[in-house]
């Protein structure tokens, strides 16, 4: 990264999961994950983790096919958005305002180089709860239910793309991501992209979609608090009958522990902890090596061949069925 | 212990809990601590863990106050039990058959020195679980759902003593219990006695009671597998309204993870993890003195004043209201 | 089991660990695993967990080969001892006394049926630590220093077995074992058991050996006092270069947690925790068929050929090398 | 906050502390808290956790009265650090410039309102690790060698001021740090500010000293990656003699999970994990009113008296001593 840093851009605020399982796929985030239904419009359902300060971060929308609907970040001030509407307008990849969706206000929408449909918004409503989830603690917006896997917020999202690097650096350039990782194949192309827009070590991924196609998303992350609860989770996924594609291990690249499982709808959800925290302002982003790669995840496990060519939405069968 | 060891019973089967506030404690169980409801009779509501692989370990009973309703060993055998009921007559502390209960055979009726109501039986129904709780995996009898605490299963019982030594030496040369540590004062009289019929450093707990009442309890403790599902616990209670009376932390004696808490009908209840096991056959018992247990809990923790004199039945306020 | 239980052993007392590469074992076991050397005699070093009331557990020995040197069980009592000498001389796999070993009395040495050495003795000599190792609570037999995975003590051992019946049923009806799951193949033959002389899942386990070898070993167990200690272990393996065989996770069978890498000599070590407690004293042990066991581990976990063909002494590559 | 926010500083890139006993504060640092020694100058030691980027997070000084040395802030870049000089300066409480110290080029030098030394500076040379300390994985600085509570890094410095307003405003208007949790009496006065630099939920607190002196140090924490290692830091504290002044619990506000204890040279220490992080870029503080401070610590646990007194230097008994 050259120049001065761009703060612009928060976090994603949320992320639209389409599902052609409505009913199970909710069944899944409510039971299973333990998110609570915070609203209801036309075919999406709202859920929020108990550590969501706005009133949601998972747009789970019925579609005939499983995959990403779009994702939002979330600006830092009115005059950040506006700065980022700008440079990505300049991109060539602008689409346009809409009012805005339940729970935030006017949003700019536009595409990654892959095609995934994006959005950046500002204005948002806190949550407020409702008496039975009223927190204990008043510095947390929601009680803990302890339900299902209890997880606590979205953490990241993980993007395939037909080009991770052309995708890496719009998000470096024109959204402000700051890179912390990647991997670089022996024939210079790029097979992964690991970024974050805060001191944590992951909130935005890019993989190589191995199938070379556009627009497909790999997974998406919820956050728990502790190893112990990504276990926890494993034994939920065990008996909710949940396919588990990877069971808990730790990641080589930026150590995140994992569990990954498929969703109803065809969707690969990753419960997840751990990771590192970088406070370097100018951290120089770790290359991984193809050889380095081929050693599988930080204590040796190997994940199966799923997990590096199945995303959504996908003309293969589901992992698990 | 001198001579042979005495092999004769297994475990506590089940603890009978009496309750004036029935409705509010069994939604403790059932909600806070993650128990199932097995089976109501009378005035008495049959709860488990799910890691019993009797239909119960609680049997949760309407009274006017509260307290111990009864506690049933489990012997090895028939044999076993009778030579138990033989060794129990003898000591005159012996009350007769009845006919079972719930889930168990004949039983017979006893009391120790104190005046605690005991069982001891052998003949059970194992638990078979409805499909809804069916397990994922066959050597667990149940699912694990997660609610709550998600308790496995009575793990001990603390009962209070007028006079510890009575209560402690009976429970080893009539019951066979093996004494693992105990605590005896300046002046020679016993605080505290832990005993256990396993290699678990404690199943039956002898503590000083500081009323000199009789028949009372200190506490039951319910097992959870991890410490940090203790630490979970203790969310829990605060987002619930369980008073907390101490707050997670590690035991001196027995080196317990605890977390002790007053549900609803006033009865102290906690939620462990932790100890030792003790594999030494001719294991010498660890013996404190009242300078050494004046040093509070492991991490140096004190245990607030009614930690050591409230007990149930009482008259005294109940902790926390 | 019909009759009434034998009651007569304990627990294993300690393992001998032959290796042909006695100094880098010892460093694995000392620096990674953490235990102390307690003393040195001839070619043997003798080490101890933390948690080892005994002088040790585990007694390495500098050999031509690895595998198992002995296996030895300790009795309740000097009674007790002579009741099962009496057995083991009547099933004709007896060998005769020997004066003991260092920390113990005289012992009595014995075959499996499968021709592993093993010995059952009584008299003991506990720990007394040394200043630098006196710990901060008298009810734990030594400091708790944290070096390395920090073993608490020997756990479990597991042996292959050209046929696990015949030592399983010997284990049971001459030792007193009592089986609490195992494996039979749809052919009838038997593919593992599980035995333990306590409420532990698991502490003598039989497995087949696929190379229909005799008298090998294929592990080692250690005990650690949470999972937590185990994903930790995992970091340590990696850091020091312990070929780790397979990460942590969760077994179906007996539903240990677990971490298996292999020792400088070539033997495999676990790392374990977790597991169940069986406090039903005629426990119905749980019978997994071929195609239960085919899922793989309880998270669905597939461990490598390695893991199911490869026991100490061996003439086939040592895994990770 | 008004306007834009302010993104000079990166993080508290150490910390110096000052100890009447340098070589048991270093046996402390070193072999109880695991730190590695990088390098030593003077009457100075520099210590690193495992996770540090730079060559140390803690400066370990002799002199003749315990407290803080002083406190350096990392900016984002060098135009950065050149914005923050500049109001600094219009504040009036800098002092100019010095040429560095080992492991950074030129910093300035100024107070907090309260006069506690502060430094901000941007150049650094990042840690290269001897072959001894090579890391594993490349995306980790340094080796996990496990030694002790083995602490990641230096989290955050709470400061005693006079005037907690007066530094928690300078620490907002002038660095830069956003507030996320503060206490407010009944009689209007500030008794506590929780801010940060980053998402963390505190990096640097100012907590009312209840001495009014000036320049004083409330407590330095550093991080371990879960909770368990916190509990197990507390044993290794047990083990070693180091007075704990609070066991583990959960703290309400910022919701970290502690452990305090007092190292040899006087200086409260906190081994921390926990909180929560801030991804709302207009995050509303959390204010809380002296009356549910009152409350104690989340789980109900009461912090000894010391803990609200005591701070370095001090003319009072070293709690423990």
Chains 1, 2, 3, 4 share one sequence.
Do not use: C
């Not at 499983?66 to 990505?88: K, Y």
């Amino acid at each position: 990264m050259t120049g001065e840093p761009i703060h612009d851009l928060a976090h994603i605020g949320h992320a639209e999961l389409l599902t052609p399982r409505p009913e199970e796929s909710l069944g899944f985030f409510e039971r299973v994950l333990g998110m609570e239904v915070e609203a209801r419009e036309g075919r999406s359902v709202f859920l929020r983790g108990w550590g969501d300060y706005q009133r949601y971060s998972l747009k789970l929308t019925e579609a005939e096919r499983a995959g990403l609907g779009h994702m939002a970040l979330r600006a830092w001030s009115q005059d950040a958005l506006e700065r980022r509407v700008a440079a990505i307008e300049a991109s060539g990849l602008g689409h346009g305002w809409i009012d805005g969706d339940l729970g935030h206000g006017p949003a700019y929408r536009f595409s990654d180089p892959d095609g995934h449909a994006l959005e950046v918004y500002f204005e948002v409503e806190r949550y407020s709860p409702p008496e039975p989830l009223r927190p204990a603690l008043k510095n947390q917006p929601q009680r803990y239910t302890g339900r299902g896997a209890a997880v606590k917020r979205l953490d990241h999202v993980n993007l395939l793309a037909a080009d991770v690097r052309a995708n890496r650096t719009f998000a470096e350039d024109v959204l402000g991501y700051r890179l912390y990782e990647r991997v670089e194949l022996d024939d210079g192309s790029e097979a992964g992209a690991w970024l974050s827009r805060s001191i944590a070590a992951h909130e935005l991924i890019y993989v190589r979609d191995a199938r070379r196609s556009r627009g497909r998303l790999h997974h998406l992350a919820f956050w728990v608090d502790t190893r112990e609860e990504v276990l926890r989770a494993a034994d939920l996924f065990l008996e909710n009958g949940v396919h588990i594609e990877a069971a808990p291990s730790k990641h080589t690249v930026a150590q995140g522990f994992f569990l990954y499982g498929i969703e109803p709808g065809g969707n690969r959800i990753e419960v997840t902890n751990g990771g590192y925290l970088v406070y370097d302002p100018d951290h120089p982003p770790t290359v991984w090596s193809e050889a380095e790669r081929a050693r599988g995840q930080a204590w040796g496990v190997r994940t199966v061949e799923s997990f590096h060519t199945y995303g959504t939405p996908s003309d293969e069968p589901v992992p698990g069925r």
